[in-house]
C-alpha cells in the first residue's frame, strides 16, 4: 500500500511542478502534496475496510467498484459533515439512491456499520408527506 500510495504521490507532485496540473493560489505546493497523499490513503484504507465485508459477504468481484464507489460516498460525508443526526440522515439516502442502482441493501448497510459506524437500517422518512407551511 505505501509504495503505491508513495508512487501515486510521487506523480502527482512531478504534475505540479511541471505545470500539467494546477497549484493552489497560494503556492504552497508542498501542501497540496500532504493534503493529497493523506486523501489516497484515506481511500485505501477506506478501500481495504470496504474489502473485507464484501468478501465476507460473498459478493462476487465485478461489483466490489460500486461498492467500493458507496463506500467513498460515505467517507467524503463523513469529512464534510459533523452533526451525527445529519450524516445518518444523508447516509441513508444514499443507501437508498444505491439500492436502487441494484446493490444488495444488506452488504450496503453492513459496510456503512462496519467501516463508518453508522446505522443505516429502517426506513428512510419522507419529506414529501410533511404537513406545515410551505
Same mark, same amino acid.
Given at each position: 500500500m505505501a509504495k503505491d500510495i508513495e508512487r501515486v504521490c510521487e506523480k502527482y507532485e512531478?504534475?505540479?511542478?511541471?505545470?500539467?496540473? =494546477?497549484g493552489r493560489v497560494n503556492g504552497d505546493r508542498a501542501g497540496q502534496v500532504e493534503a493529497y497523499r493523506r486523501a489516497q490513503v484515506n481511500n485505501e484504507l477506506v478501500r481495504r475496510a470496504v474489502a473485507a465485508v464484501l468478501g465476507r459477504a460473498g459478493v462476487e468481484t465485478i461489483w466490489w467498484v460500486f461498492y467500493y464507489d458507496f463506500g467513498r460516498r460515505l467517507a467524503r460525508l463523513a469529512a464534510r459533515i459533523?452533526? =451525527?443526526?445529519?450524516l445518518r440522515q444523508e447516509a441513508r439516502m444514499q443507501l437508498e439512491v444505491w439500492v436502487a442502482r441494484g446493490l444488495v441493501r444488506s452488504v450496503l448497510e453492513e459496510i456503512g456499520r462496519e467501516c463508518f459506524e453508522l446505522d443505516l437500517g429502517g426506513p428512510v422518512p419522507s419529506f414529501a408527506g410533511a404537513t406545515g407551511p410551505t
Open positions: 512531478l504534475k505540479l511542478r511541471t505545470g500539467k496540473m =494546477p459533523g452533526s =451525527p443526526d445529519v
